[in-house]
């Protein structure tokens, strides 16, 4: 389902007239081009069950690997996400990693969404009127078509997404952002993905395996 959306928006103008917007930037883009959908790519449609929603990919050099919040082993971890990690240790009493290789989360059915999918090194948030917003108005669109759904938003940026929420089976859990600056506003202790597993079995479905080792 996913593979079928990615090759129908890549037909359409404001998709071209993005890229073209892309290929003329002589700095280093992230992540690489053949990881733009990898979040896409590495769920299943049919095992979906959780999105996480980011912003843009990290700026610095060797971290965006196309999956939100996600660095590739041997990458340092950044702080949003070792915060993520306290975040689960003091849930389920997990020991920390030392990698932040989130693909795991993927294969367990958790989209780790960004909602502009490319940045220019060192230039946060670069990419923002691109045309990467209509690709991700239209996911949304096909996210809804889909039940069951648990939706992790995590800080202001996030929240807006939730008026493009409108399955009624799906559930909005909203937090601060895992950021060193919000982390212990309301993400700390906020029991969200053992909040998210409780509904993810209410609704008959097997709980996410989130422990990342």
């Keep these: 389902m996913f593979k079928k959306f990615i090759e129908e928006e890549k037909n359409k103008p404001y998709f071209k007239t993005l890229v073209n917007k ?3 930037i002589s700095q280093p883009v992230f992540p690489k081009k053949e990881d733009w959908f990898r979040s896409l ?3 299943s449609f049919s095992n979906l069950k959780v999105v996480v929603i980011g912003q843009d990919p990290y700026h610095n050099k060797n971290q965006a690997n196309g999956l939100a919040f996600a660095v590739n082993d041997g990458v340092k971890v950044p702080p949003s ?3 993520i990690y306290k975040e689960l240790s003091y849930e389920y009493g997990y020991q920390i990693p030392n990698h932040g290789d989130l693909s795991a989360w993927s294969k367990e059915g958790v989209l780790l969404l ?3 999918l ?3 090194e060192n230039e946060p948030l670069s990419h923002q009127g691109f045309g990467w917003e209509i690709f991700i108005s239209n996911l949304f669109q096909l996210l809804q078509t889909k039940d069951n759904l648990v939706y992790l938003l995590w800080g202001n940026y996030a929240h807006q997404f939730a008026k493009k929420i409108t399955n009624k089976t799906h559930v909005v859990i909203k937090t601060s952002h895992p950021s060193p600056l919000s982390f212990y506003r309301s ?6 993905f053992k909040k998210t597993n409780e509904i993810l079995i209410n609704k008959g479905l097997t709980k996410i395996n989130w422990e990342i080792k």
């Design 81 to 83: 996400l070792k915060n």
């Design 114 to 116: 960004n909602t502009i």
């Design 22 to 24: 892309i290929n003329k």
């Design 118 to 120: 490319t940045v220019t």
């Design 187 to 192: 993400f700390y202790r906020s029991n969200m």
């Design 41 to 43: 790519e590495m769920t």
